[in-house]
């Protein structure tokens, strides 16, 4: 029946008859949850609240259901989705606004507040699925009581009484079910996955599903009731983690044994409440932890709370007991990795309580910690390790180092498992268990690079982890020929994590600081000399391996992965294997590995310009090669499916950065040496001519018309390197002007400085030649690009990242018009340094433009040839010497749309 109720009249079912065998029907065990169901439907029927009240008054329902046994636990949830209905019912008469419902609030909270009980009692049942049939209607009664708040009316007697009965069983729900199914140490090991970690069942998804909105339930409590909150909130953890440092835990029992011994079950639940009071606290406020006050102890504030709800120090104290309560010797799986969760979620606890940080980094190290019975719990807590230790303030590590290596050293061997080569291949997922060993390298790594740590300790614990890694490549690669190394997967996954745990070791000290804003070749050096040699060895070790066994994109992969990571630590003395890395990883790689190499050149040549100038320039027709390589094989033959298009779409936009970022980086001058000049043209011949008119891909567009615009400014308008190329904000290119005296010819500019390093002059008659090439192909090539590229029919000037193509090629066509003033197209550059950067990026643009050979090829060839006007080309060169680019860019879409029609 209760499937037409939903459409048929209401009247056929609400009578005295029918009623009054539904409710005969609730007596009956076998059809007493269809009865019920069937009442659920006929209350959560459509109708006006006034009548809805009427039907609910009618049936009185709520009699009805507290008159009911409900022991049978399929009846329980039946009754409990009914009660949920009709609370759901009653709020909503509540808080409806019609005028002609005001009479029916007053009824409908009175019948509400005679349901509460019921609700609170289903909430509280022992069974999870019981305890969410009336999550709706508890969910709508807060919400209903926080609006109440906001308008500033003061909660009823009755209404406060709810809430603090409601708040403890929230609490108490958080809990594991005593009976909860967790696996033995033992079976973890073997149901898991190739990493021996324990898959997340269904059960495990439900109930945590449950505490996410058991929680939204107790954070709005903690809104309507802050003191309520803390209080309920702040006992309850104080409670446990006092009986838990009085009596301890059990592993083994889930529910507390009577002698005051916790179960597993109450003492995961303080860490838990810890957790959520500290989350509460992060969401509203950033957590800065204050000491403890004079003359009081730490812990010694653990009874207090706050009248106006969570407070920092309530959480330090909890915190506090949390640790002292020794509730992370328990070895169920359920503790620790939310204990060490906790303990890196809130490090700055440890800033200001520093005697703290040696009992938890003890506990890390200890059984529960990093050599727990569970592999899935052990590989969670060698992660949360190397958080731990990352957040810590660096000198407070010297003390530590020698004792942690000593810890983890036996978890530091490395045993390749060749099952997780095709995974780790083609699905990214990884390679097992090595990549949580991983954190326990660079962790080792981080407990190293303090500078206050003795550098004869260091060197040893520094020998003590890099020897067993390069004894053991080194074996490698002596047992065998590179041929045969090559064809046993196993060797080659082996070879790999000696090198990626060789890079994460060197990953856990600081980046070497370079100042980017000077031209000085020499940075502040971290690294003690005996330290720095250590990792040069190891960079020139990975060098030979990749060097030999560069056909194998798993030895890429490391060496990539190792050199960056030396390049970002030692700084310009790893440079020199800069040209080795790229030249060998050039030669083999695919096209998602060119991808991510065009990436680290990015950041490479930022963060070492200008010395890398040299090294730049002799990788830049390589590694160019290799790129236009990759895409004359795809326009020969098409794309083989959609993977490849998309991994060819990424290699497009990784040059165009790549190339955009040695303009920004104020490198313009390795395009211009001896060796490279003569193919200036060549190169940006497939940017403007394909990647800029390629409509398929606007973002493509965008920087390919970039990189023209920082092209056309270094070589035709700046070419003594006055200037910096690079896209500044206006307050900085404020200072820059501020601080570089035009007259004061002796200070030398970042690409003047590139030029100092490359060994090349202005005048010099490679650059001159490559500088007038450049011009006749903006003439002929890049200028018609601008109007063909938004005039094609697959270019929609509506598309949003159209718009911002549009707004590029405007860009370039006024850097264009500002290349042709005779100032600057007949003399040697030097007329730039006395023009501010914002003024010359500007307009208006100066000079006389029937003299500016590009407004006269503009308005007498170009766009006549197009089909425009005299007077409109006319009208066109004019609004571009005088517009700003904002002006432009709407004058430019305008005419463009004119054009096509």
Same mark, same amino acid.
């Given at each position: 029946?209760?499937?037409?109720?939903?459409?048929i009249?209401?009247?056929?079912v609400v009578n005295?008859?029918?009623?009054?065998?539904?409710?005969?029907?609730?007596?009956?065990?076998a059809?007493?949850?269809?009865?019920?169901?069937c009442?659920?439907?006929?209350?959560?029927k459509?109708?006006?609240?006034v009548?809805?009240?009427?039907?609910?008054q009618?049936l009185d329902?709520?009699?009805?259901?507290s008159?009911?046994?409900?022991?049978d636990?399929e009846?329980a949830e039946?009754?409990?989705?009914l009660?949920?209905?009709?609370g759901?019912?009653?709020?909503?008469?509540?808080?409806?606004?019609?005028?002609?419902?005001?009479?029916?609030?007053a009824?409908a909270?009175?019948?509400?507040?005679?349901?509460?009980?019921?609700?609170?009692?289903?909430?509280?049942h022992?069974?999870?699925?019981?305890?969410?049939?009336?999550f709706?209607s508890?969910?709508?009664i807060?919400?209903?009581?926080?609006?109440?708040?906001?308008?500033g009316?003061?909660?009823?007697?009755s209404?406060?009484?709810?809430?603090s009965?409601?708040?403890?069983?929230?609490?108490?729900?958080?809990?594991y079910?005593?009976?909860?199914?967790?696996?033995a140490a033992?079976d973890?090991?073997?149901t898991?996955?190739?990493?021996?970690?324990?898959?997340?069942?269904?059960?495990?998804v439900?109930?945590?599903?449950m505490?996410r909105?058991l929680?939204?339930?107790i954070?709005?409590?903690?809104q309507?009731?802050p003191?309520l909150?803390d209080?309920i909130?702040?006992t309850?953890?104080q409670?446990i983690?006092?009986?838990c440092?009085?009596?301890?835990?059990?592993?083994?029992?889930?529910?507390?044994?009577?002698?005051?011994?916790?179960?597993?079950?109450?003492?995961?639940?303080?860490v838990f409440?810890?957790?959520a009071?500290?989350?509460?606290l992060s969401?509203?406020?950033?957590?800065?932890?204050?000491?403890p006050?004079?003359?009081?102890?730490?812990g010694?504030?653990v009874?207090?709370?706050?009248?106006?709800?969570p407070?920092?120090?309530?959480?330090?104290?909890?915190?506090?007991m949390?640790?002292?309560?020794g509730?992370?010797?328990c070895?169920?799986?359920?503790?620790?990795p939310?204990?060490?969760?906790?303990?890196?979620?809130?490090s700055?606890?440890?800033?200001v309580?520093?005697?703290?940080?040696?009992?938890?980094?003890t506990?890390?190290?200890?059984?529960?910690?990093?050599?727990?019975?569970?592999?899935?719990?052990?590989?969670?807590v060698?992660?949360?390790?190397?958080?731990?230790?990352?957040?810590?303030?660096?000198?407070d590590?010297?003390?530590?180092?020698?004792?942690?290596?000593?810890?983890?050293?036996?978890?530091?061997?490395?045993s390749?498992?060749p099952?997780?080569?095709?995974?780790?291949l083609t699905?990214?997922?990884g390679?097992?268990?090595?990549?949580?060993?991983?954190?326990?390298?660079e962790s080792?790594?981080?407990?190293l690079?303090p500078?206050?740590?003795?550098?004869?300790?260091?060197?040893s614990?520094?020998?003590?982890?890099?020897?067993?890694?390069?004894?053991?490549?080194?074996?490698?690669?002596n047992?065998?020929?590179?041929?045969?190394?090559?064809?046993?997967?196993?060797?080659?996954?082996?070879?790999?994590?000696?090198l990626?745990?060789?890079g994460?070791?060197?990953?856990?000290?600081?980046?070497?600081?370079?100042?980017?804003?000077?031209?000085s070749?020499?940075?502040?050096?971290?690294?003690?000399?005996?330290?720095?040699?250590?990792?040069?060895?190891a960079?020139?070790?990975?060098?030979?391996?990749?060097?030999?066994?560069?056909?194998s994109?798993?030895?890429?992969?490391a060496?990539r992965?190792?050199?960056?990571r030396?390049?970002?630590?030692?700084?310009?003395?790893?440079?020199?294997?800069?040209?080795?890395?790229?030249?060998?990883?050039?030669s083999?790689c695919?096209?998602?590995?060119l991808?991510?190499?065009?990436?680290l050149?990015?950041?490479i040549?930022?963060?070492?310009?200008?010395?890398v100038?040299p090294i730049?320039?002799?990788?830049?027709?390589?590694?160019i090669?290799?790129?236009?390589g990759?895409l004359?094989?795809?326009?020969?033959g098409?794309?083989?499916g959609?993977?490849?298009?998309?991994?060819l779409?990424?290699l497009?936009?990784?040059?165009?950065?790549?190339?955009l970022a040695?303009?920004?980086?104020?490198?313009?001058w390795?395009f211009l040496?001896?060796s490279?000049a003569?193919?200036?043209?060549?190169?940006?011949?497939?940017?403007?001519?394909?990647?800029?008119?390629?409509?398929?891909s606007?973002?493509?567009?965008?920087?390919?018309?970039?990189?023209?615009f920082?092209a056309?400014?270094?070589w035709?308008v700046d070419?003594? +390197?006055w200037?910096? %190329? *690079?896209?500044?904000t206006p @307050?900085?290119a #404020? /200072? !820059?002007?501020?601080?570089?005296?035009?007259k004061?010819?002796?200070?030398?500019?970042?690409r003047?400085?590139?030029?100092?390093?490359?060994g090349?002059?202005?005048?010099?008659?490679?650059?001159?030649?490559?500088?007038?090439?450049?011009k006749?192909?903006?003439l002929?090539?890049v200028?018609?690009?601008?109007?063909?590229?938004p005039?094609?029919?697959?270019?929609?000037?509506?598309?949003?990242q159209?718009?911002?193509?549009?707004?590029?090629i405007?860009?370039?066509?006024q850097m264009?018009?500002?290349? +042709?003033?005779?100032? %600057? *197209?007949?003399?040697?550059? @030097?007329?730039? #340094? /006395? !023009?501010?950067l914002?003024?010359l990026?500007?307009?208006?643009i100066?000079?006389d433009?029937?003299?500016n050979?590009?407004?006269?090829?503009l308005?007498s060839a170009l766009?006549?040839?197009?089909?425009?006007?005299?007077?409109?080309?006319?009208e066109?060169v004019?609004?571009?010497?005088?517009?700003?680019?904002?002006?432009?860019?709407k004058?430019?879409?305008?005419?463009?749309t004119?054009?096509?029609?």
């Amino acid at each position: 029946m209760g499937v037409y109720v939903s459409w048929i009249d209401i009247s056929l079912v609400v009578n005295q008859p029918f009623v009054s065998v539904i409710f005969s029907l609730l007596k009956a065990p076998a059809l007493r949850g269809q009865a019920c169901h069937c009442l659920a439907e006929i209350v959560g029927k459509g109708m006006r609240p006034v009548d809805k009240l009427f039907l609910i008054q009618f049936l009185d329902i709520v009699d009805v259901m507290s008159q009911l046994e409900v022991g049978d636990i399929e009846f329980a949830e039946e009754v409990g989705k009914l009660a949920n209905v009709v609370g759901v019912e009653l709020t909503a008469i509540w808080v409806d606004k019609d005028p002609a419902t005001s009479e029916a609030h007053a009824p409908a909270v009175a019948m509400l507040e005679k349901l509460m009980p019921l609700l609170l009692g289903f909430l509280s049942h022992e069974y999870d699925e019981v305890s969410a049939s009336v999550f709706a209607s508890i969910g709508e009664i807060l919400s209903v009581f926080k609006k109440i708040q906001r308008d500033g009316v003061p909660l009823a007697a009755s209404q406060q009484d709810f809430l603090s009965r409601l708040m403890p069983i929230l609490v108490d729900k958080l809990k594991y079910g005593e009976d909860y199914p967790w696996p033995a140490a033992a079976d973890a090991s073997s149901t898991g996955d190739n990493d021996g970690s324990l898959d997340e069942n269904d059960e495990e998804v439900l109930f945590s599903e449950m505490r996410r909105s058991l929680r939204a339930f107790i954070d709005a409590i903690a809104q309507i009731a802050p003191a309520l909150y803390d209080n309920i909130m702040l006992t309850t953890a104080q409670d446990i983690f006092k009986q838990c440092n009085q009596y301890g835990v059990s592993a083994e029992q889930a529910g507390d044994d009577g002698h005051g011994r916790l179960g597993w079950v109450r003492a995961e639940l303080g860490v838990f409440l810890t957790q959520a009071y500290g989350e509460r606290l992060s969401s509203s406020r950033a957590l800065r932890f204050n000491g403890p006050k004079h003359g009081q102890s730490n812990g010694s504030q653990v009874n207090r709370t706050s009248a106006n709800g969570p407070s920092i120090e309530s959480l330090a104290d909890l915190l506090t007991m949390m640790i002292q309560s020794g509730v992370v010797a328990c070895q169920h799986p359920a503790i620790a990795p939310l204990y060490f969760e906790n303990c890196v979620r809130f490090s700055g606890y440890f800033d200001v309580r520093k005697e703290a940080v040696t009992p938890v980094l003890t506990s890390f190290l200890g059984a529960t910690g990093v050599r727990h019975p569970y592999t899935s719990v052990r590989m969670r807590v060698w992660y949360f390790l190397h958080r731990f230790v990352k957040n810590l303030h660096i000198s407070d590590l010297s003390v530590y180092s020698s004792d942690f290596i000593s810890a983890v050293n036996d978890l530091l061997l490395i045993s390749a498992d060749p099952s997780t080569i095709n995974g780790a291949l083609t699905a990214g997922t990884g390679y097992g268990m090595f990549d949580s060993q991983l954190f326990l390298f660079e962790s080792c790594g981080i407990m190293l690079s303090p500078g206050n740590l003795d550098d004869t300790a260091r060197m040893s614990l520094l020998q003590h982890l890099f020897n067993p890694l390069f004894s053991g490549a080194q074996r490698m690669m002596n047992s065998r020929s590179s041929e045969q190394i090559l064809q046993d997967p196993r060797s080659l996954l082996q070879i790999h994590h000696y090198l990626t745990a060789i890079g994460s070791i060197v990953k856990g000290f600081p980046d070497v600081r370079v100042d980017s804003k000077t031209v000085s070749i020499s940075s502040p050096h971290q690294l003690s000399p005996s330290t720095a040699q250590v990792f040069l060895k190891a960079a020139d070790m990975c060098v030979a391996i990749l060097e030999a066994l560069r056909d194998s994109h798993l030895i890429r992969e490391a060496t990539r992965f190792a050199l960056s990571r030396m390049l970002s630590v030692l700084g310009a003395e790893a440079l020199p294997y800069l040209h080795r890395l790229v030249d060998n990883l050039v030669s083999s790689c695919a096209v998602e590995e060119l991808s991510d190499l065009l990436g680290l050149l990015d950041l490479i040549i930022f963060k070492f310009k200008p010395q890398v100038a040299p090294i730049a320039s002799k990788l830049l027709l390589p590694v160019i090669s290799k790129v236009y390589g990759f895409l004359d094989q795809v326009a020969q033959g098409g794309a083989s499916g959609t993977d490849e298009a998309r991994l060819l779409q990424d290699l497009r936009k990784a040059y165009l950065s790549w190339v955009l970022a040695i303009f920004n980086s104020d490198l313009d001058w390795i395009f211009l040496v001896e060796s490279n000049a003569p193919h200036l043209v060549t190169i940006f011949q497939p940017i403007a001519g394909q990647l800029a008119t390629d409509a398929a891909s606007p973002p493509c567009q965008k920087l390919a018309f970039s990189v023209l615009f920082k092209a056309i400014q270094a070589w035709m308008v700046d070419p003594m +390197g006055w200037h910096t %190329l *690079a896209t500044l904000t206006p @307050s900085a290119a #404020a /200072a !820059i002007n501020n601080a570089a005296n035009s007259k004061d010819r002796s200070r030398v500019f970042l690409r003047q400085a590139a030029a100092q390093e490359l060994g090349i002059g202005s005048d010099s008659e490679s650059a001159r030649e490559a500088r007038s090439q450049f011009k006749q192909f903006v003439l002929n090539t890049v200028v018609p690009a601008c109007f063909e590229t938004p005039t094609r029919p697959e270019f929609s000037m509506a598309d949003a990242q159209a718009s911002l193509v549009v707004s590029e090629i405007a860009l370039v066509l006024q850097m264009t018009l500002l290349a +042709g003033r005779p100032d %600057l *197209a007949s003399g040697d550059g @030097s007329s730039v #340094a /006395a !023009i501010p950067l914002p003024q010359l990026l500007a307009p208006p643009i100066g000079g006389d433009l029937n003299q500016n050979q590009f407004a006269v090829y503009l308005s007498s060839a170009l766009l006549p040839r197009m089909g425009c006007p005299a007077s409109m080309a006319t009208e066109f060169v004019q609004a571009l010497a005088s517009l700003d680019q904002k002006q432009f860019k709407k004058y430019f879409s305008a005419f463009l749309t004119n054009s096509s029609q």
